[in-house]
């Protein structure tokens, strides 16, 4: 799994930051001495698994280097409803400033690993693995991606420049399968894999006759998906995607198929019921 790495994390951070402070908590101002310490609790309000704690050590160590911290449990790990994840101490006001940027990245990312492990176990022992999308919230890709990662399952390709999938829109402008294949190979060289969105049959045997490597089924039934499967005999992975959840996914998993993509794994995501609170330190 690849680390979040701090240089990574402080532009997303500081632009969350900004966006919440402005010119600064008048709230806080008003009511809080800065002289003030105080502990904070993140309590898990339901059972979920952990993933995003280093983004919420960085927005206190942004704040301030005199924040301390402590998480409790490993990233991936899950929790129980009602336990404490982690601690913060430090300041009350630079605490204050700093929980709701926090609560909404670690909300945020627990909400998507805890799902990404629901669908990973649903999957289990048919040798699938779950993918993401593109279908990120913009800026936040490379944390929603991890949390993907954390939760059991596979990044698909982070952008544009990292893996060719021509879609139903390129064989358009290209005006046709086979001529979009044979332009992207010519084009991206022999190291990348060639993957091709496909919706019915006529166009699955026109992706075989070009030999391409992999082949995303879009929109199928699990039933047309089998089919599918038994055409390309294993001349090319085989991934599916398309109205794809909990209650169906084990009939897609037992299909044949490599992977599974689902983009609501970031673009639908339920944010994990956790809260902070704090008391004053002694």
């Known amino acids: 799994m690849f680390e979040l790495a701090p240089q990574n994390l402080v532009p997303i951070i500081s632009q969350a930051l900004i966006e919440d402070q402005g010119s600064g908590d008048i709230t806080t101002e008003a009511i809080v001495d800065r002289a003030l310490v105080a502990r904070g609790n993140f309590l898990a309000k339901k059972e979920l698994v952990l993933a995003g704690w280093p983004v919420v050590v960085e927005v206190f160590r942004f704040l301030s280097q005199c924040i301390s911290s402590e998480v409790l449990f490993d990233e991936g790990e899950t929790i129980v409803k009602g336990a404490v994840i982690g601690r913060i101490q430090g300041p009350a006001y630079l605490l204050l400033a700093g929980e709701r940027v926090a609560l909404n ?69 290209a005006g046709g399968i086979k001529r979009a294949v044979q332009q992207a190979r010519s084009k991206v060289g022999h190291l990348h894999k060639i993957e091709i969105e496909i919706s019915n049959m006529q166009e699955l045997e026109e992706a075989l006759q070009v030999g391409v490597e992999v082949v995303l089924l879009d929109n199928m039934n699990p039933e047309d998906v089998r089919e599918s499967v038994a055409r390309i005999q294993g001349k090319a992975v085989v991934e599916v995607s398309g109205g794809i959840d909990l209650r169906n996914i084990r009939n897609y998993a037992v299909s044949g198929v490599d992977f599974i993509s689902i983009g609501a794994l970031t673009h639908s995501i339920k944010a994990a019921d956790i809260s902070l609170e704090l008391e004053i330190a002694l």
């Open 105 to 173: 990245f670690l909300q945020r990312l627990c909400g998507i690993a805890t799902y990404t492990r629901r669908l990973v176990q649903a999957v289990e022992g048919t040798g699938v693995g779950i993918l993401d999308t593109r279908k990120t919230t913009p800026g936040l890709r490379l944390l929603e991606k991890y949390a993907v990662r954390v939760g059991g399952g596979v990044n698909h390709r982070f952008g544009l420049y990292d893996g060719v999938l021509i879609k139903e829109n390129h064989v358009t402008a």
